[in-house]
C-alpha cells in the first residue's frame, strides 16, 4: 500500500478547480431563486391566503422531509417526461432536451432551497415589529411598499446568519449533483479518481477546495451582515 | 373636519367601542382621557383604519366612509388625511432621521428627493434635531425619537394629526419638552386628536376633551367642564385617583 502520492494530488488540482464553476453556479442560483421562492411563499403563510397556504405548507414539508437526492432523481427522470405529456396534452413541441442535467439540477436545487428559506423568511418577517408596517401606513405607503421598503430589508438582517449557513450547506450540498452527471468538483474528481486509480488523492483535493470555498464565503458573508447591521450597532462608536 | 358617527368595534365577542359620536371642527385640538382599556386608543387607530371599525361612518377632510362598505382605495386615501404619532415612536429603524421622513413623502406623495429632504430638513429643525439628521432610531435618546415621529407625521402635511400617548414611552423629564412641541404645533393651527394620560396638558392645550369609559364616551365639552367640574360620576372617580397617585422620587 503505497502513501499518499502529493506529487498526483497536486497535479489534479488545476483540472479539479474545472468544476469551481458548475458549484458556485448551482449553489448561487439555488441560493437567488430559492430566496425570491422563497419570500412568495413565507407571504402566503403569513397572509393564510386560503388553498396556496395549504399548499405552501405541504410543499414545504414534503422537500424538507425528503432526502435531496431522492429529489434529484425525481427530476432527472421525471422532469422530461412531463415535457412530453405537456406536448401531447396541448400539442406543444417543446424539445424534452431542453431539461439538460445541469437545468434539472438547478430547478431541483432551487426548489429544495425555497421549502428551507420559505421558514427563514417567514420568521424573519415575523420578528419584525409590528409597528413598523402600521408607520409605513400611517405615512401613506401601501402594504407593499411598506413591505418592500420596510419590513423585508430589517427582515433580511435579521435573517442573514441562517441566510449564511444556508449558502454554505447549499455548497456541499451541491456535490450531490455529480449524480445526475453535472461536472462540478465532485463530478470532475469522481472521472479523475477512477481513470488514475488515485481515490484518496483526489478525493482529499475535493475536499480542500471546498473547504477553501465555505471559508471564502464565510468572510464575504461575515462582511455583509456587518455592513447590513450598521443601522443596529453603530450607536457605540459614535456616542 | 373630523367626524366620527356611531362608531362600533367587536374584538370577537368583546365590544369595545360602543358607538362612539365624535366632531373635530378646523384647527381644533380634542383630547382624549380615561382609564386604561377604556378604548381610547383603539377609538384613534380606528380613525385611520389601523383599526378596522365594525360599524359606524368617518369623514376627515370630506373623505366619507362607511365601515360597511369600504374599498381598498377609500381606506388608503382616507389615511392620506391623517399621520400618526405612535407611543413606541415606531420610527422606521432601517432609515436614518431624515429618511424617516422623505420616506413618507417620496413613496406616498411621490416628491422628488431634494425636495422631500429639504421639507424634512426643516421640519427636523422645526423639533430641533438638526445635527442628528444622519442618526439611526438606535442612535436616538427616547425624546429625540418621538420628536423625528411628530416631525415625520407633519411632514406630511395632513388634516389632522393623531397623538396616541406621545409621551406614555417616555422618561418623566423628557416628557415636558415633548409636550411643549406638541403644544407649539396646536398654537400654529394644525388639527389635532390626542389620547393621553397628562390630564394637565390635556387641560391647557384643547378645545375639546372627551372622557371615554369602558367603550363609551361618557362625557365631552371645554377642558374646564370636563377635567375640572366633572358632571359624571366616573368622571370624578377618575379623576380623583389620577390626582392621587403619588410622584414617587426615590
Known amino acids: 500500500m503505497a502513501g499518499i502520492d502529493l506529487q498526483f494530488a497536486l497535479e489534479q488540482v488545476p483540472k479539479i478547480l474545472q468544476g469551481v464553476p458548475y458549484t458556485l453556479l448551482v449553489t448561487i442560483v439555488a441560493m437567488i431563486v430559492g430566496l425570491v421562492i422563497g419570500t412568495i411563499l413565507a407571504f402566503f403563510r403569513i397572509y393564510r391566503v386560503p388553498v396556496l397556504h395549504q399548499l405552501t405548507v405541504l410543499f414545504v414539508s414534503f422537500f424538507r422531509g425528503t432526502p435531496l437526492i431522492v429529489q434529484l432523481f425525481v427530476f432527472f427522470y421525471g422532469l422530461p417526461m412531463l415535457i412530453l405529456s405537456l406536448n401531447d396534452t396541448f400539442q406543444w413541441g417543446l424539445n424534452p432536451d431542453i431539461m439538460s442535467p445541469l437545468v434539472i439540477a438547478l430547478i431541483a436545487y432551487s426548489i429544495n432551497s425555497a421549502s428551507y428559506l420559505t421558514e427563514v423568511v417567514r420568521s424573519a418577517i415575523q420578528s419584525v415589529d409590528k409597528g413598523q408596517l402600521e408607520a409605513a401606513k400611517a405615512v401613506g405607503m401601501t402594504t407593499f411598499q411598506g413591505m418592500y421598503r420596510i419590513i423585508l430589508p430589517q427582515a433580511f438582517v435579521t435573517a442573514l446568519p441562517n441566510l449564511g449557513n444556508h449558502f454554505i450547506m447549499l455548497i456541499k450540498a451541491s456535490a450531490l449533483a455529480f449524480t445526475i452527471g453535472i461536472m462540478d468538483v465532485l463530478g470532475i474528481s469522481r472521472v479523475i479518481a477512477n481513470d488514475g486509480y488515485r481515490f484518496l488523492e483526489t478525493y482529499l483535493v475535493a475536499a480542500l477546495i471546498y473547504w477553501l470555498l465555505s471559508i471564502i464565503f464565510e468572510i464575504i458573508l461575515a462582511r455583509i451582515e456587518k455592513r447590513a447591521r450598521t443601522f443596529e450597532g453603530r450607536a457605540s462608536n459614535t456616542a | ?250
Open chain 2, 1 to 250: 373636519m373630523l367626524t366620527v358617527s356611531n362608531l362600533h368595534k367587536y374584538y370577537g365577542d368583546t365590544h369595545v367601542l360602543k358607538g362612539i359620536d365624535i366632531e373635530v371642527k378646523q384647527g381644533e385640538v380634542l383630547s382624549i382621557v380615561g382609564p386604561s382599556g377604556s378604548g381610547k386608543t383603539t377609538l384613534l387607530r380606528c380613525m385611520n383604519y389601523l383599526e378596522k371599525p365594525s360599524s359606524g361612518q368617518l369623514s376627515i377632510n370630506k373623505v366619507d366612509i362607511d365601515a360597511k362598505h369600504v374599498s381598498k382605495k377609500q381606506i388608503h386615501t382616507l389615511r392620506q388625511q391623517s399621520s400618526m404619532v405612535f407611543q413606541q415612536y415606531n420610527l422606521f429603524k432601517n432609515k436614518t432621521a431624515l429618511e424617516n421622513i422623505t420616506e413618507g413623502l417620496m413613496i406616498a406623495k411621490k416628491m422628488p428627493k431634494s425636495e422631500a429632504e429639504e421639507v424634512a430638513e426643516s421640519f427636523l429643525k422645526q423639533v430641533g434635531l438638526s445635527e442628528r439628521k444622519q442618526a439611526y432610531p438606535n442612535e436616538l435618546s427616547g425624546g429625540q425619537q418621538q420628536r423625528v415621529g411628530i416631525a415625520r407625521a407633519m411632514a406630511m402635511n395632513p388634516a389632522v394629526l393623531l397623538f396616541d400617548e406621545p409621551t406614555s414611552a417616555l422618561d418623566p423629564e423628557i416628557v415636558g419638552d415633548i409636550l411643549a412641541i406638541i403644544k407649539d404645533i396646536a398654537k400654529q393651527g394644525m388639527t389635532m386628536v390626542i389620547v393621553t394620560h397628562e390630564i394637565e396638558f390635556a387641560r391647557s392645550v384643547s378645545d375639546q376633551v372627551v372622557f371615554m369609559d369602558q367603550g363609551e364616551v361618557v362625557e365631552k365639552g371645554k377642558p374646564a367642564d370636563v377635567l375640572v367640574h366633572p358632571s359624571h360620576e366616573r368622571t370624578k372617580r377618575f379623576l380623583k385617583r389620577i390626582h392621587q397617585e403619588p410622584d414617587f422620587i426615590i
